[in-house]
């Protein structure tokens, strides 16, 4: 299956077309962690478009080998029911394996691919950030999300997190349709102010927190976000979207602040292991379960999920109205063998 674009048309389509919002999809292993539980992916496919995502990432950096993750892809691929997009996570320990990922992605033809940079990447410069990027799009026609965040460590080039004068230049790229922004610290919505200033006549600019979604709507016409585990939330980030989109400002704001206590909670959880550059797929992954997927932990190394954690984060979920499993027995295993 080819691309449902040419390279020309990329930046145009993702403007016009893309709306909503793009979850994550952790993958499923065995029972033994052998290998992908294809079943548990396939249903949490299908869970994401049930909720009305506009598709989702199929992540990385989940305990899959490269092998595992190209098979993850194919399925996610195939199991996506009409419409519904998937973006491949480009993120892994070479940038040779990034534009091979990114190259199937596009004989698939999945929507796009977010870009990541390897943790053995370390620039001196920002001409070095946009070569690397250049490096990558030059050798596939996949739409690109890029994906500027501290994380990377690119802080002694720029106190923002992410260099401008880099940004500036890669959004220009053909293939850069929507930059997913990360940066400024406690100053995130001012950084984001100026960046979509600097960016926005080239790519969509977004930052995908949810907490930060109806502001972006209101006061720059935002439409589409990720991406980001929404699916913690059940379909109440859809709603939100669904109705700013449609200019129901108070309804939005009514339906964000019905799973405040969710938020809070999921808020604490992160605060927890803040500074490890490293996000808790095994957490994302049972509050993803609560609320209709797949479960089941992801392959060690990784960080553990402690039983008071758990507590915490359904006790949330249970203070804003989402209907839960009795208990979380089956979590461990998963819903689908």
């Known amino acids: 299956m080819a691309l449902p674009y040419s390279r020309a048309e990329a930046k145009d389509r993702a403007r016009s077309e893309w709306r909503g919002g793009c979850n994550v999809t952790l993958p499923s292993f065995n029972a033994d962690f052998s290998g992908l539980n294809e079943a548990g992916i396939r249903h949490d496919i299908r869970r994401g478009a049930e909720l009305g995502f506009w598709g989702t990432?199929?992540?990385?950096?989940?305990?899959?080998?490269?092998?595992?993750?190209?098979r993850f892809l194919e399925i996610a691929v195939d199991e996506a029911p009409a419409g519904f997009k998937i973006v491949a996570h480009l993120s892994f320990d070479t940038v040779e394996q990034a534009i091979e990922a990114a190259q199937l992605a596009e004989a698939l033809g999945a929507e796009a691919g977010l870009l990541s940079y390897p943790q053995s990447f370390r620039p001196k410069s920002s001409a070095d950030i946009v070569e690397h990027t250049r490096h990558v799009t030059d050798n596939t026609d996949l739409a690109m999300i890029l994906f500027a965040t501290s994380a990377w460590g690119f802080k002694p080039l720029h106190t923002a997190?992410?260099?401008?004068?880099?940004?500036?230049?890669?959004?220009?790229?053909?293939?850069?349709?929507?930059?997913?922004?990360e940066g400024g610290g406690s100053a995130v919505m001012s950084a984001l102010t100026q960046v979509h200033e600097l960016c926005s006549p080239y790519v969509i600019v977004e930052n995908p927190m949810e907490q930060q979604i109806p502001v972006q709507a209101r006061e720059f016409g935002?439409?589409?976000?990720?991406?980001?585990?929404?699916?913690?939330?059940?379909?109440?980030?859809?709603?939100?979207?669904?109705?700013?989109a449609e200019d129901r400002f108070d309804d939005a704001m009514d339906i964000f602040w019905s799973y405040n206590a969710a938020r809070e909670a999921k808020?604490?959880?992160?605060?927890?292991?803040?500074?490890?550059?490293?996000?808790?797929?095994?957490?994302?992954?049972?509050?993803?379960?609560?609320?209709?997927?797949?479960?089941?932990?992801?392959?060690?190394?990784?960080?553990?999920?402690?039983?008071?954690?758990?507590?915490?984060?359904?006790a949330g979920l249970a203070a804003s109205g989402f209907d839960l499993p009795a208990n979380d027995d089956d979590f461990y295993t998963g819903r689908v063998q």
């Open 161 to 181: 997190g992410f260099p401008l004068d880099a940004l500036k230049e890669m959004v220009q790229i053909d293939t850069a349709v929507a930059l997913k922004y």
């Open 57 to 70: 990432l199929v992540a990385s950096e989940s305990g899959t080998t490269f092998a595992e993750y190209k």
């Open 267 to 314: 808020g604490a959880f992160h605060a927890s292991f803040a500074g490890a550059n490293l996000i808790h797929r095994n957490g994302w992954k049972y509050l993803g379960w609560l609320n209709g997927f797949n479960g089941g932990l992801v392959r060690m190394p990784h960080m553990r999920l402690a039983p008071g954690q758990m507590k915490s984060l359904r």
């Open 222 to 244: 935002t439409r589409w976000w990720g991406t980001s585990a929404y699916e913690s939330f059940g379909d109440r980030v859809p709603r939100v979207m669904a109705a700013l």
